[in-house]
């Protein structure tokens, strides 16, 4: 059999598989196949599915992704540890005007490590909100508040407060989760040159 043809027949062999060709070509590639042996092979061992094989990793997937869970488990209680000493740390409660920065890094790390606001916002707003409130909660049962106020005016008050410090303390990690976001977005750009 001439080359160039088999060469032809062997290019045109995923198409007559797949019925993809003209009626035309699909008679004459059968009557070239007919005439040949190896054509006639090769055309059986592709219409022949593969036998499927378990291929044997020496990787233990299931040890390698609990301990990348575990990893990232450590991580989180790690920021959230981090999260709640600012909190008690740098508020501004403790009459320290160092959670500006302190919160802005906060909100830098946390977006560049999650890549996600609410995370960011959960962890600037639930340690001072908790802390805050247990704060207003110990002076209350001191006796360290006004007997005029009742339990529920202090409870609402300690909520409205609680709330405010944490959103005052959110803006600065929303700052630095802005400031990781641009750091991504220009290293993208850098990559995209």
């Known amino acids: 059999m001439d080359k160039q043809v088999q060469s032809i027949i ?27 042996a190896e054509l006639q092979k090769l055309v ?17 997937h299931d040890k390698m992704l609990k301990n990348i869970q ?27 005007f160092g959670f500006v920065l ?20 959960y962890l600037s707003v639930l340690p001072i909100f908790i802390w805050s ?9 001191n006796g360290e508040i006004d007997n005029t106020v009742t339990l529920v005016q202090f409870i609402l008050q300690s909520i409205m407060g609680s709330l405010l410090l944490s959103v ?9 989760s802005m400031m990781g976001l641009l750091l991504i977005k220009i290293r993208a750009q850098g990559e995209e040159k």
């Open 44 to 60: 059986t061992l592709t219409t022949t599915p593969l036998v499927k094989e378990k291929i044997e990793t020496p990787f233990q």
């Open 168 to 176: 005052i303390h959110y803006v600065f990690a929303l700052i630095g």
């Open 133 to 141: 409130a247990g704060s207003n909660a110990t002076d209350y049962l």
């Open 10 to 36: 062997e290019d045109l062999l995923p198409l007559y598989n797949e019925g993809l060709l003209s009626e035309e070509t699909t008679v004459w590639l059968e009557q070239q196949v007919k005439q040949s």
């Open 70 to 96: 575990r990893r990232l488990s450590l991580y989180q209680l790690l920021f959230v540890g981090i999260s709640f000493y600012l909190a008690i740390n740098t508020s501004i409660l403790n009459e320290s």
């Open 102 to 121: 302190w919160y802005t890094v906060l909100g830098l790390v946390t977006y560049l490590f999650y890549k996600d606001m609410k995370i960011v916002l």
